[in-house]
T-cell receptor, first 116, second 112 residues
Framework: DAKTTQPTSMDCAEGRAANLPCNHSTISGNEYVYWYRQIHSQGPQYIIHGLKNNETNEMASLIITEDRKSSTLILPHATLRDTAVYYC?????????????????FGQGTILTVHP | DSGVTQTPKHLITATGQRVTLRCSPR?????VYWYQQSLDQGLQFLIQYYNGEERAKGNILERFSAQQFPDLHSELNLSSLELGDSALYFCASSVGVFTEAFFGQGTRLTVV
C-alpha cells in the first residue's frame, strides 16, 4: 500500500472549515484514498473515500488532485465534537490480491483540535 | 453506533493467562478485521477474515489466533499474556474485502 504523509497537528476555529491535507505521491491506479477519524479512545469512524473524483457526504468532502498525489479532507463547519485524530489511508481496491488484501494501514494521523 | 459489537468492553487478567475477545459484525457484513492499539503504538492491523477464510495477516503474534465462524462472528484468542499485550483491541467489519470498514468500540485489555 502507498504511504501517506499528514501534518502532525492542526487547529481550527469552531464554525470554520477544517481542511486536512494528505500526501500520497506513490499511490497506484487501483488504490483508493480513505479517511477515518478516532475520537479519544473510541473505535475509528469511517468518514469518506474516493478514487479520483471529488466526493461529498453528510460528514465531509474529499478533494483529490488530478494527479492523485495528494488530497484534502474538508469539514465544512467544524464543531468541538470534530476534535479527533484524522487518518488518511491509501488502500488497494478491488481486483488486487496478495498480503495487502483489503487491509487498512493506519499511520500517525493528524490531531485536529477545534477551538471555541 | 457502527453496528459492530465487541465483548467484553473491559478485561483485566494476569500474565500467563488466556482470553477470548468476541466480535459480532454488522448485519450483512462478511469481512472482519482485528486491530490492536497500545499507548506507544498506533493502530496495528492483526488479521482479516472474509466469509470464514483468512484473507490478510499483519504482524500478529504466534500467541494470538483468530477465527471467523459460520454465523460470521469472530473471536480473537490471546494466550500466554504478557504485560505488553495490554491494549485496546478493535474489530471492524465490511460487506466485502475492499469496501469501507466500520469499527466497534473496542475491548480494553489490561494484563497485570
Amino acid at each position: 500500500d502507498a504511504k501517506t504523509t499528514q501534518p502532525t497537528s492542526m487547529d481550527c476555529a469552531e464554525g470554520r472549515a477544517a481542511n486536512l491535507p494528505c500526501n500520497h505521491s506513490t499511490i497506484s491506479g487501483n488504490e483508493y484514498v480513505y479517511w477515518y477519524r478516532q475520537i479519544h479512545s473510541q473505535g475509528p469512524q469511517y468518514i469518506i473515500h474516493g478514487l479520483k473524483n471529488n466526493e461529498t457526504n453528510e460528514m465531509a468532502s474529499l478533494i483529490i488532485t488530478e494527479d492523485r498525489k495528494s488530497s484534502t479532507l474538508i469539514l465544512p463547519h467544524a464543531t468541538l465534537r470534530d476534535t479527533a485524530v484524522y487518518y488518511c489511508i491509501v488502500r488497494v481496491g478491488s481486483g488486487a490480491g496478495g498480503t495487502s488484501y483489503g487491509k487498512l494501514t493506519f499511520g500517525q494521523g493528524t490531531i485536529l483540535t477545534v477551538h471555541p | 453506533d457502527s453496528g459492530v459489537t465487541q465483548t467484553p468492553k473491559h478485561l483485566i487478567t494476569a500474565t500467563g493467562q488466556r482470553v477470548t475477545l468476541r466480535c459480532s459484525p454488522r448485519s450483512g457484513d462478511l469481512s472482519v478485521y482485528w486491530y490492536q492499539q497500545s499507548l506507544d503504538q498506533g493502530l496495528q492491523f492483526l488479521i482479516q477474515y472474509y466469509n470464514g477464510e483468512e484473507r490478510a495477516k499483519g504482524n500478529i503474534l504466534e500467541r494470538f489466533s483468530a477465527q471467523q465462524f459460520p454465523d460470521l462472528h469472530s473471536e480473537l484468542n490471546l494466550s500466554s499474556l504478557e504485560l505488553g499485550d495490554s491494549a485496546l483491541y478493535f474489530c471492524a467489519s465490511s460487506v466485502g474485502v475492499f469496501t469501507e470498514a466500520f469499527f466497534g468500540q473496542g475491548t480494553r485489555l489490561t494484563v497485570v
